[in-house]
């Protein structure tokens, strides 16, 4: 059974860092991009980042490009995103997923709330 | 960067009704379009991909078309648990930088 599961969220002030996790479980993490989608409270799904299989590649949308930093082990069958700089905008759910085009697996979500 | 429309932001319909939510690109896109449903506090799940192809496991009442810059996703006989809210993917840009349209709230009439 194909499982995502984040974890790292939590409360954190303007400015601050925060790493999130997502950990694979039931299929070969070296044989897909996997992304990163975010979803503001009471508001829609934004695609943040995804990364190649080898991570020989990785995108960016443009709000947190130089802040965000997308990285994966596919020996530890795990997915991050280092946040830095991190703002009131970027509080949020955030769901790690398989594949670059379309999602069939998602994570549970993990909520990071930015605030003093 | 490619803009994805979604209409309408919200809709109400009754059980039974045939519903259509439509999703515009800012450009061409083939068909490179995928929809997901979002129930209250889970994930979204994957309805339609490629603009029309129907994920295993979800129920025949959905479907989608449209290619280029115009696409639908049809409900054809609203059940209980389809009340939900329901979001457009664009996966055709290169590099794959996606964008979700705005979303479709479904509520009941």
């Known amino acids: 059974e194909v499982q995502l599961v984040e974890s790292g969220g939590g409360l954190v002030q303007p400015g601050g860092s925060l790493r999130l996790s997502c950990a694979a479980s039931g299929f070969t993490l070296s044989s897909y991009w996997m992304t990163w989608v975010r979803q503001a409270p009471g508001k829609g799904l934004e695609w943040v980042a995804n990364?190649?299989?080898?991570?020989?590649?990785?995108y960016y949308v443009d709000s947190v490009k130089g802040r965000f930093t997308i990285s994966r082990d596919n020996a530890k069958n795990s997915l991050d995103l280092q946040m830095n700089s991190l703002r009131a905008e970027d509080t949020a759910v955030y769901y790690c997923?398989?594949?670059?085009?379309?999602?069939?697996?998602w994570g549970q979500g993990t909520l990071v709330t930015v605030s003093s | 960067d490619i803009q994805m429309t979604q209409s309408p932001s919200s809709l109400s319909a009754s059980v039974g009704d045939r519903v259509t939510i439509t999703c515009r690109a800012s450009q061409s896109i083939n068909k490179n379009l995928n929809w997901y449903q979002q129930r209250p506090g889970k994930a979204p799940k994957l309805l339609i991909y490629a603009a029309s192809s129907l994920q295993s496991g979800v129920p025949s009442r959905f479907s989608g078309s449209g290619s280029g810059t115009d696409f639908t996703l049809t409900i054809s006989s609203l059940q209980p648990e389809d009340f939900a809210a329901y979001f457009c993917?664009?996966?055709?840009?290169?590099?794959?930088?996606?964008?979700f349209g705005q979303g479709t709230k479904l509520e009941i009439k």
């Open positions: 990364i190649k299989q080898d991570g020989s590649e990785n």
């Open positions: 993917q664009q996966s055709y840009s290169t590099p794959p930088e996606r964008t």
């Open positions: 997923a398989r594949g670059r085009d379309y999602h069939i697996y």
